[in-house]
């Protein structure tokens, strides 16, 4: 497989891996049957941002191992590792039972990660990469916020 054609499924699997998002939160908001979504459809909701959060963290680790970062990678490291924990916590501690504070934790969560990345990697001494990273950050703001918009849609339908 090329790099081009390795880049283009990467692309299309990060806008495939909205699908579950945007189905799962208009589901929830559109759905009249309330028993049926905070018993299945929220818990997949949670579970599946909760995992792709992880995912993305991992993705940073083998990254920062085979490519350029800033600081040699050690900041975007600590920063999946504490992510990580994280999510973690808020998905296994009872005392995050707010439906609206653990969207908002695992929104924040997103914006660090996108942001981390955007700040921390450094591709400017590899001149065959720059076009391939920035259109790769363009789709994560752009996925990140598409995210953000779901969260903010399964809070409000915890909230009504």
């Not at 790099?3 to 283009?8: E, F």
């Not at 299309?12 to 018993?39: D, T």
């Not at 990345?117 to 259109?135: A, H, P």
Request: proline share 2%.
């Amino acid at each position: 497989m090329t790099d081009k054609s390795k880049h283009h499924l990467a692309i299309v699997l990060g806008y495939a891996g909205l699908a579950p998002f945007v189905l799962l939160s208009a589901f929830l908001v559109f759905s009249a049957n309330k028993e049926l979504n905070s018993e299945f459809l929220l818990p997949l909701f949670e579970h599946y941002s909760a995992l792709i959060l992880v995912f993305l963290c991992g993705a940073l680790w083998a990254e920062t191992l085979i490519g350029k970062s800033l600081g040699s990678g050690k900041t975007l490291l600590i920063i999946a590792n504490l992510v990580m924990i994280i999510v973690w916590l808020v998905s296994a501690l009872p005392v995050f039972t707010d439906l609206t504070v653990r969207m908002a934790i695992y929104s924040s969560m997103y914006v660090a990660l996108v942001i981390s990345e955007n700040r921390l990697r450094n591709f400017v001494d590899d001149s065959s990469l720059i076009d391939g990273y920035q259109t790769y950050q363009k789709m994560r703001w752009r996925l990140s916020m598409v995210v953000l918009a779901c969260h903010l849609a399964v809070a409000s339908f915890a909230q009504g």
